[in-house]
């Protein structure tokens, strides 16, 4: 993940990585929890996020907390070849904060026509899709990063409001 913290903080943003146990993704939200306080951060000014299994982990503790916003990479939707969806967003409706979405058209852990239809359990969302990009976002990270500061940048404005948003700190989690 060092070039997405790296990159982010190129744009402003402080951002930290947090390792996470590789297990069932419900009983690694305590220890990215414990990560944002260790951190000194507090979770309702805190954006959090996370790649692929880091980013499934950080939307469960999005639905148990209330945070500035959330930044999903490469969500897992489904497992390859079988697009049973609803279970992993089954606590979707309980996040009651912003969520940026970046996913490449092409993933096999998420076929984006599924990803559009799981989209209407968020209330409130915004999907960025990437053509040829496949699970990861390395290939487009500039343009990726990009998204990501401008999202954080929006928080807190009122609509139609533009400049800086207060400071907020990102979660990135790392898949160790």
Excluded at 47 to 52: A, L, M, T
Excluded at 67 to 88: D, I, K, N, T
Aim: proline share 7%.
């Amino acid at each position: 993940m060092r070039p997405y913290v790296e990159g982010l903080a190129a744009r402003g943003l402080e951002a930290t990585a947090v390792g996470l146990p590789v297990r069932r993704a419900e009983d690694a939200v305590p220890v990215y929890r414990a990560a944002v306080a260790a951190a000194g951060r507090d979770l309702p000014g805190t954006v959090i996020g996370g790649q692929s299994y880091g980013g499934r982990v950080a939307s469960l503790l999005a639905a148990e907390e209330h945070l500035a916003g959330l930044v999903l990479l490469s969500y897992p939707l489904h497992r390859p070849g079988q697009p049973e969806w609803e279970q992993r967003t089954a606590h979707w409706p309980d996040i009651d904060c912003p969520v940026l979405l970046l996913s490449g058209e092409s993933d096999p852990f998420c076929r984006i026509e599924l990803l559009r239809v799981a989209l209407d359990r968020l209330a409130d969302a915004k999907l960025v899709t990437y053509p040829g990009v496949g699970h990861g976002l390395r290939a487009v990270l500039d343009a990726a990063l990009d998204e990501i500061a401008r999202f954080v940048a929006q928080l807190g404005q009122p609509a139609g409001a533009s400049g800086g948003a207060p400071e907020k700190g990102l979660g990135v989690t790392l898949e160790d």
